[in-house]
């Protein structure tokens, strides 16, 4: 399909750094797992988890915009499921961030956990319903959602890391 075959480089990209960054981040995570240091399942729900799901979601979008349709229909469906599931998955963050007791958000927080996720979801769905009038309009809104993701993963992914090797607070009397 000519609307997409322009956009495959780009995909290949978005998708290559999505997926490795998901492989580097359960790398980190294991490494970190040996670090003894209080266990916070809340605040891994609140801000862990979300990195990987937003890393998932640009790897997932670079291959659904790879394979080859017969028209744009199928694709802009499922982008705008995907925005759905986003948008809802934004929602449920937004109360785990508030919920947790770990750590008190900042500005930062709230806006690379739950705005910036939230503004690529909401692009991804606008985008499937302007697909019927705005094909080439609606492909860059897909595209610059998805990279959108990857960025705000990249800073998530750098901020806990940041977090647990310099600011968490470790066991005092580490046992094996």
């Not at 970190?32 to 640009?58: L, N």
Request: aromatic residues 12%.
């Amino acid at each position: 399909m000519p609307e997409l075959a322009a956009w495959d480089s780009f995909y290949v990209i978005v998708g290559s750094a999505a997926g490795a960054l998901i492989g580097l981040q359960f790398v980190v995570v294991t490494l970190i797992a040996q670090r003894p240091i209080r266990a916070s399942p809340d605040g891994s729900a609140a801000f862990g988890t979300p990195t990987v799901v937003h890393f998932g979601a640009a790897l997932l979008l670079a291959a659904l915009l790879r394979a080859p349709w017969q028209s744009i229909t199928a694709p802009a469906v499922l982008w705008g499921l995907v925005g759905c599931g986003g948008i809802t998955y934004a929602v449920i963050v937004l109360r785990r961030m508030r919920k947790q007791g770990v750590y008190e958000p900042e500005f930062e927080d709230w806006l690379f956990h739950v705005v910036l996720p939230l503004a690529a979801y909401a692009a991804l769905t606008v985008s499937a319903f302007a697909t019927v009038l705005l094909t080439r309009e609606a492909l860059f809104g897909v595209g610059a959602a998805a990279l959108l993701l990857l960025f705000t993963g990249i800073h998530n992914a750098w901020d806990a890391v940041f977090y647990h090797v310099f600011l968490s607070k470790r066991d005092p009397d580490p046992r094996p």
